[in-house]
Every structure is written in structure tokens, then in C-alpha cells.
């Protein structure tokens, strides 16, 4: 299968991501400061993977692994439902694995200090096809997500706001 062309949707290498704004620095984000991050720009899974992955209307993806529901042109808006009570964000993200083998999910803030994200990848999906996760942000704003199966990566970028 060919590599489907996503405009905008590689995120640039950690040294070129712009300085934290200062209503990052000094107080929580707000949706202002999603223009100075450099989010992937999800666009609708391939028609193999169709409506089997969840969330494929805002899906990236390469040849070997796809993710969805990245919310509306990368940004993630989380209503008071997904808000935890040490204040971290919950997300559901939906995988779909062309490459077999088992997912592992890393993550890392890129415009402020922030602890690493959390990930729970739960079994029973099989090694290919799709696989259900749950994501956890510590902190609202910018964060760097990869998604790994052996040598395999996709890693997009996404503004994490509370509403």
C-alpha cells in the first residue's frame, strides 16, 4: 500500500519548535497558543482501514501504522468529562496496525517542562488490525506522540486544552 500525502502533517524536529509563549509559561494555555504549536493535521483514514479504526474522519498515518481521533485540525478539546482529578487529560485513541507486533506509546510536551504522558495499550487485540488505547496527558499543551511496533514509528503532534 502506498504511503497516503497528509498536507502539514509531519511534525517538525524538536529543535525547531518555537519557544514557549508566555501564557504557557505563566498561566494554563489557551486556544491562542495552539497556533504556536506545530500540530499534525489529521485527515480521513484510507478506505481499507475505513470505519474500522475509531476516530478515522481525524486520522494520520504512514505504511505501517495509523492513529485516530485526534480531534479537529489536531487540537484537542477536553470537556470536564476527560479531566481527571489530578487535573491530567484522558484521551481514546484508536490504532490500526499494518505491521504486526504490539504497540508501545511514548510522549513528551514540547513547549513547556511537563512529566511524560501515560499510556495504557490493553491486550486482547491481536498483533495486526485494530488496537484501543488510552492516553494521558499531565498537563494541557503541546505534546509530541509516538506510536511504536518494533522498528516501526508514527508520531504526530496535537494541542491537549481543557474547555
Known amino acids: 500500500m502506498a ?4 498536507a502539514n502533517s509531519a511534525p517538525p524536529p524538536a529543535s525547531s519548535v518555537t519557544a514557549p509563549t508566555a501564557s504557557v509559561l505563566g498561566s494554563s494555555p489557551t486556544i491562542a ?17 475505513g ?16 492513529v485516530g481521533a485526534l480531534g479537529d485540525d489536531g487540537v484537542i478539546l477536553a470537556d470536564p468529562q476527560f479531566v481527571e482529578r489530578d487535573g491530567s487529560i484522558s484521551w481514546k485513541l484508536g490504532w490500526w496496525r499494518i505491521a504486526p507486533g504490539t504497540l508501545a506509546i ?3 510536551r514540547l513547549d513547556a517542562p511537563a512529566p511524560p504522558l501515560r499510556a495504557s495499550v490493553p491486550d486482547g487485540y491481536g498483533s495486526s488490525g485494530f488496537q484501543a488505547s488510552g492516553v494521558s496527558f499531565p498537563t494541557e499543551g503541546c505534546w509530541e506522540v509516538t506510536g511504536t511496533i518494533g522498528s516501526s514509528k508514527l508520531t504526530f503532534v496535537t494541542f491537549v486544552l481543557r474547555t
Open 106 to 108: 511514548t510522549g513528551r
Open 51 to 66: 470505519d474500522k479504526l475509531f476516530g478515522f474522519l481525524a486520522a494520520f498515518g504512514n505504511d505501517d501504522l495509523w
Open 33 to 49: 497558543d495552539a497556533v504556536d504549536c506545530p500540530v499534525t493535521m489529521p485527515g480521513q483514514a484510507p478506505a481499507e482501514i
Open 3 to 6: 504511503s497516503p500525502i497528509v
